[in-house]
């Protein structure tokens, strides 16, 4: 199997697992604990803390692990709205987010607040005078990306930040495409809440986080989605996940001590087999492609369904839009919002590649790829 779908999920670094071991079998005890048992657990908690918050230039308070990036979503933008609701009931977010986000945002407007969806030019960008235009004086939360899944699109969160607060309203960004393979700084960017999962950068399925900032000049108020215990801080009760977290912590830290040399070696893995594919006639790169991560390309190959193209790439592992929507039949809400029309967004390919590919698997993805599109296009002739 040559495993070109990184974006869905990533495979689970040999050394995390290792780290998260004795957390089932030796050092099991609940970290709330108070027992010599509960302090190591707690103690190992207290260092992953650390480890994520230095991959974020954050607070090691001001984390509150979750179950992953849909659950933070949900806690920062269900909490925010209900904070925050006697200020305004307005909330900006992308035509091109996760449907982690979209789906809170319907939600949230059968409860009686107004969602604005901001449409993105051709590329994938968004227009920041689109972003200036849509915020009123009711607008309490503005949510944009960091990166697109499907595109690898990198949008201006930091200048997206200053407007929102220039407005007086919070910022916040999905960077679970971003944690781990991009530099992050919640300060510099102007971040007030920022969502990732642990999958997505070789740790663990089943934990993730919310950055809630709470330094000056904004700090975040945020009502609890779960209560029992009043764990990490009151935000998110119930027993913590500790080998989990602890995996977290440790894929957090690999990724700071790599991710300027992951960056550049999978950047030009990705050049090379984007320019590959690119020689097949009829085939274009969607987004932007000087805003966009490096392991990330998306691909248009004319007169092919891209369910077809993933059938007949046996042994090789790529996807045609989200994970989280795979077994819908729509199009991709990404591409359509981009401007393809569905026949178009019908007949494209995400390549992410990750830590563990390796160059040697580029030419036969190319040459598969290759036949593939051929026969199709024959088959579609007859």
Not at 231 to 258: F, K, Y
């Amino acid at each position: 199997m040559i495993y070109l779908d990184n974006n869905a999920t990533t495979r689970l670094d040999p050394r995390v697992l290792d780290a998260m071991l004795p957390f089932f079998t030796e050092d099991y005890a609940n970290a709330a604990s108070t027992h010599p048992f509960g302090l190591r657990a707690h103690e190992a908690v207290k260092l992953a803390r650390q480890q994520v918050s230095q991959l974020l230039g954050c607070d090691p308070t001001e984390l509150v692990f979750t179950s992953g990036a849909t659950e933070a979503i949900n806690l920062a933008m269900k909490g925010v709205a209900d904070s925050y609701a006697s200020r305004g009931r307005h909330i900006i977010t992308v035509q091109t987010e996760h449907t982690a986000v979209l789906d809170v945002c319907r939600y949230l407007e059968t409860q009686g607040y107004e969602v604005t969806y901001l449409p993105v030019q051709p590329d994938g960008l968004l227009d920041l005078a689109a972003v200036q235009v849509a915020i009123r004086s009711d607008t309490i939360l503005v949510s944009a990306m960091a990166v697109n899944n499907e595109t690898g699109v990198i949008q201006p969160i930091q200048e997206i930040a200053e407007l929102a607060h220039a407005a007086g309203a919070l910022f916040m960004t999905d960077a679970t495409q971003a944690v781990g393979k991009l530099p992050i700084d919640v300060e510099a960017l102007g971040i007030d809440l920022l969502t990732f999962s642990g999958h997505k950068l070789y740790g663990p399925k089943g934990v993730g986080g919310l950055y809630v900032r709470q330094r000056r000049p904004r700090r975040v108020r945020l009502a609890a989605l779960l209560h029992g215990g009043g764990h990490e801080r009151g935000w998110r009760s119930g027993t913590l996940n500790v080998p989990g977290i602890v995996g977290l912590g440790h894929a957090a830290e690999l990724c700071r001590q790599s991710m300027a040399a992951e960056a550049a070696r999978l950047g030009a893995l990705r050049d090379e087999l984007e320019a590959n594919l690119l020689a097949i006639p009829g085939t274009r790169v969607n987004g932007n492609r000087a805003h966009r991560l490096y392991n990330t390309t998306n691909l248009q190959f004319e007169v092919c369904d891209s369910d077809a193209l993933i059938m007949g790439l046996d042994g090789i592992a790529v996807s045609n839009g989200s994970a989280c929507t795979a077994a819908s039949l729509d199009p991709s809400h990404v591409l359509l919002a981009m401007g393809l029309d569905e026949t178009a967004a019908f007949s494209c390919l995400r390549f992410s590649l990750g830590r563990f590919t390796d160059v040697a698997e580029l030419p036969v993805v190319q040459q598969a790829v290759a036949e593939v599109v051929q026969k199709l296009r024959a088959f579609a002739a007859v």
